[in-house]
């Protein structure tokens, strides 16, 4: 098997993989809605759109740089991967209402062949939105967690563990006036 040093050396090997997963789709994203139209509903919704649909390669990265952090034993990175991740979820959520406001009105202004398009295309984005949420949220807690989990473990190796095989047999006490 491995050693636990060699194991730490690949580990900080891959953060360069883990990053690109995260980097390339959003790099993607910049690069295709480049010309910033806040202010356009069809801008809006297909930025959104393209940002959800892309969700799935960075959720992938920042879990496997939480993954390496955790083995090579680097908390203060793993925290700080714990609260990127509760922090994007949260910024998915309010995403995740504008975009089905948009979409509500994008709907509206395409001709009727088309209104079953956009209504599909929504949803996959959405459900993508909505599991990346998820996956977002319960990681970014496990690594909170996981970055104090080492000081508590450690502290409870260090106390010797009861034995619950000890059985204290105490005598009854005496009755007043009876003897002893």
Known sequence: MFSDE????????????????????????????????????QWRFGTVGLLFGNLGTVVLGLTLTGFLAAIAGQRGLL?????????????LAALLVLFGLDAIQIRRLVALPMRRGI???????????VTAMIALLIGGRGALLASRAERGVSERRTKPAPSPLVAQATAPRPRAGEPV
């Open 6 to 41: 060699n194991l730490q050396r690949y580990a900080k090997a891959l953060y360069p993989a883990a990053i690109l997963l995260v980097l390339v789709p959003l790099a993607d994203i910049t690069l295709r809605s480049f010309g910033a139209e806040a202010g356009s509903l």
């Open 79 to 91: 925290r700080g991967v714990g609260m990127v991740a509760i922090l994007l979820a949260v910024v």
């Open 119 to 129: 209504l599909l295309s929504s949803l996959g984005a959405a459900f993508a939105a």
